[in-house]
T-cell receptor, first 115, second 115 residues
């Protein structure tokens, strides 16, 4: 079974600085998808970024980028120029490309932005 | 696009009562997921449907929980009888069943409190 581990329950960063959230996962599959979701206090789950495992290039969405290390099964999220609106819970998630379509989530990292 | 619509947003009920949560997926999405979020267990999949057919219900806690998807635009999650330990936020999500897409879009969640 696939598992997703987020070892940082809480992180904080100064506004305008850069922060990296860690995620590791375990799978025997060679192709899959990885995601970062953001959950602000409104509790809405919002997709931040996704990565296809077959792509070597790291995904980027504006201030958000990932460092995908397939061999190490690591998928970290980097947030540049942190803003107050980035304060939220961040969840890393795994999804297989074949078979079961479910998303398997990590336990989340609570990110605090310090003004 | 109105997104995934869930109702009610909040539900407070007494132990032993029946609870029905409702979800309208995004039009054209073939897959529908019910997740439960608690502090202790995080985000866990309860059940998911593909083309209205239940595919994986291994996360349904016990017989008190049931889910239906009578058509492509509506699903229900029912708890009967409810217990205090069922208190949680219940999320519905939908996804297009096409290779390469695989992005789950979540509703705003239904917060259930069982007294």
């Amino acid at each position: 079974a696939q598992t997703v581990t987020q070892s940082q329950p809480e992180m904080s960063v100064q506004e305008a600085e850069t922060v990296t959230l860690s995620c590791t996962y375990d799978t025997s599959e060679s192709d899959y998808y990885l995601f970062w979701y953001k959950q602000p206090p409104s509790r809405q789950m919002i997709l931040v970024i996704r990565q296809e495992a077959y792509k070597q290039q790291n995904a980027t969405e504006n201030r958000f980028s990932v460092n995908f290390q397939k061999a190490a099964k690591s998928f970290s999220l980097k947030i540049s120029d942190s803003q107050l609106g980035d304060a939220a819970m961040y969840f890393c998630a795994y999804r297989a490309t074949e078979g079961n379509e479910k998303l398997t989530f990590g336990t989340g990292t609570r990110l605090t932005i310090i003004p | 696009d109105a997104g995934v619509i869930q109702s009610p947003r909040h539900e407070v009920t007494e132990m032993g009562q029946e609870v029905t949560l409702r979800c309208k997926p995004i039009s054209g999405h073939n897959s529908l997921f019910w997740y439960r979020q608690t502090m202790m267990r995080g985000l866990e999949l309860l059940i998911y449907f593909n083309n209205n057919v239940p595919i994986d219900d291994s996360g349904m806690p016990e017989d008190r929980f049931s889910a239906k998807m009578p058509n492509a635009s509506f699903s229900t999650l029912k708890i009967q009888p409810s217990e205090p330990r069922d208190s949680a936020v219940y999320f519905c999500a939908s996804s297009p069943y096409t290779s390469g897409a695989n992005v789950l879009t979540f509703g705003a969640g239904s917060r259930l409190t069982v007294l």
